[in-house]
T-cell receptor, first 110, second 113 residues
Framework: AQRVTQPEKLLSVFKGAPVELKCNYS??????LFWYVQYSRQRLQLLLR??SRESIKGFTADLNKGETSFHLKKPFAQEEDSAMYYC????????????FGRGTQLTVWP | DAGVTQSPTHLIKTRGQQVTLRCSPK?????VSWYQQALGQGPQFIFQ???????QRGNFPDRFSGHQFPNYSSELNVNALLLGDSALYLC????????????FGPGTRLTVT
């Protein structure tokens, strides 16, 4: 069975500090991994996906198949990064269906 | 383009009642997925509609049913409501069935008393 684990429900850092939001998954096939973000009073939106290997708003995430992880990182956190972050898994056989973790609430203090 | 829209915003129902939630996808999208998000949890997949048919279904009972119309809009119906059905119901749309880049609506908050 597939599962997405985000071990931290809450994460607080100060502005300018590095931040890492952890995500581990269990899936025996070739996964597609995503980070979705929900800012206060906004809807859930896609932040980035592993296949594009891009940096969005200074965030990056590398898929580590050996450790089955897809941690989200940013070297210098900003106050506007405060939001709820969800890691999500897609399987090739279940077209378009996403399996979400429970989310990590990131707070960046000034 | 208003993006994905959902109605109503909030809803309060009594146990045993039935409810219908509505979703209009983003312009140009033809696939609609529904998710249930309980408090403190991530969204959980209910089902997906494409070409007016249910294509995939998550681990939800038959009390949960849906429909997609020719204009790609969709409805989620829940019968015989239980207290545990209280949650935020999210609609997500995408272009083509296998796309993971999904655009979410603001959700409908359902409270069952």
């Amino acid at each position: 069975a597939q599962r997405v684990t985000q071990p931290e429900k809450l994460l607080s850092v100060f502005k300018g500090a590095p931040v890492e939001l952890k995500c581990n998954y269990s899936y025996s096939g070739s996964p597609e991994l995503f980070w979705y973000v929900q800012y206060s009073r906004q809807r859930l939106q896609l932040l980035l996906r592993h296949i594009s290997r891009e940096s969005i708003k200074g965030f990056t995430a590398d898929l580590n198949k050996g450790e089955t992880s897809f941690h989200l990182k940013k070297p210098f956190a900003q106050e506007e990064d405060s939001a709820m972050y969800y890691c999500a898994l897609g399987r090739g056989s279940t077209l378009g269906r996403l399996y979400f973790g429970r989310g990590t609430q990131l707070t960046v203090w000034p | 383009d208003a993006g994905v829209t959902q109605s109503p915003t909030h809803l309060i129902k009594t146990r045993g009642q039935q409810v219908t939630l509505r979703c209009s996808p983003k312009s140009g999208h033809d696939t609609v997925s529904w998710y249930q998000q309980a408090l403190g949890q991530g969204p959980q997949f209910i089902f997906q509609y494409y070409e007016e048919e249910e294509r995939q279904r998550g681990n939800f009972p038959d009390r949960f049913s849906g429909h997609q119309f020719p204009n790609y809009s969709s409805e989620l119906n829940v019968n015989a409501l239980l207290l545990g059905d209280s949650a935020l119901y999210l609609c997500a749309s995408s272009y083509r069935q296998g796309t993971y880049e999904q655009y979410f609506g603001p959700g409908t908050r359902l409270t069952v008393t």
